[in-house]
């Protein structure tokens, strides 16, 4: 019986032990591992507003020509009719564009750190993605460029 005793004894004591002894074996355990730079928070990709209203919208997202335009027919990326996530309030009846809220969907699509990967930009970009509204330009046309002039600080 008095085996038995010491033996539960000496457990108790181990087992008290063993987050001291175990601490040392945890701090040395794995080294630092460097994941690279930290990625960009998603609130700060916000390019400049105003190029927004004087440039992306009417020569990127509704430009006069319908057949290149993101909002003219229905179907495709405004509010009230559109598809996808993308979508845009397009004026009705004279009222003035919401640039507030177009701004604020526009840049969820957007890739500071990569412009040119900018879902906005491959969607509609020709030979990229499959884009419902098909190719609306290429790499080198003005709007493509209108798009990337964007990101130049």
Not at 58 to 63: E, K
Request: glycine share 10%.
């Amino acid at each position: 019986m008095r085996s038995i005793f010491l033996l539960w004894r000496f457990l108790g004591r181990a087992l008290a032990l063993a987050p001291v002894l175990a601490a040392p074996l945890c701090l040395a355990g794995c080294p630092t591992v460097d994941l690279g730079d930290n990625p960009p928070d998603p609130g700060i990709c916000q390019p400049d507003r105003g190029y927004f209203e004087d440039v992306i919208w009417p020569q990127f997202i509704a430009p006069s020509n319908p057949d290149d335009s993101c909002v003219d027919a229905p179907g495709c990326h405004r509010v009230n009719d559109g598809r996808s996530g993308f979508r845009v309030s397009v004026p009705t009846g004279g009222e003035p564009v919401d640039f507030d809220g177009n701004y604020d969907s526009v840049v969820f699509f957007l890739n500071c750190s990569d412009p040119s990967s900018s879902r906005l930009f491959t969607k509609p970009l020709a030979g990229v993605q499959d884009h419902a509204g098909g190719d609306l330009f290429g790499r080198g046309d003005a709007s493509a460029q209108a798009f990337l002039q964007w990101f130049t600080p």
